[in-house]
């Protein structure tokens, strides 16, 4: 099993920066890769951003290229997502999910640990 636990979220105001964290606890030796989503009230939850876990490989949603970055420590088995320049419609509930390696090795891109969420909230 694997326990993930967001952090960073808050409530802040249009153009501020937030820097989102989330440590992994228990089997870490099975992630594969760590992935970062958001769910907007009334909206689907999306993808925002993800990465390898020993390669560092980077993949993030054309809509937050430019202002969100995803990194890793693996040495503290942690996270992070930094968010520049923050718009209203980045207010959701954001979350980290973990890729075990059987699915990432067949490239399955199923994330089946999850944290219980961070909340951000951008006012304009």
């Known amino acids: 099993q694997l326990q993930l636990v967001e952090s960073g979220g808050g409530l802040v105001q249009a153009g501020d920066s937030l820097r989102l964290s989330c440590p992994a606890s228990?089997?870490?030796?099975?992630?594969?890769?760590m992935a970062w989503f958001r769910q907007a009230p009334g909206k689907e939850r999306e993808i925002v951003a993800s990465i390898v876990w020993s390669g560092g490989g980077t993949y993030y949603a054309d809509s937050v290229k430019e202002r969100f970055t995803i990194s890793r420590r693996n040495a503290q088995n942690t996270v992070y997502l930094q968010i520049n320049r923050l718009k209203p419609e980045d207010t959701a509930v954001y979350y980290c999910?973990?890729?075990?390696?059987?699915?990432?090795?067949?490239?399955?891109?199923?994330?089946?640990?999850w944290g219980q969420g961070t909340q951000v909230a951008v006012s304009s």
């Open positions: 999910a973990a890729e075990d390696l059987d699915s990432g090795r067949f490239g399955r891109a199923d994330f089946t640990s």
């Open positions: 228990g089997r870490t030796s099975r992630i594969y890769s």
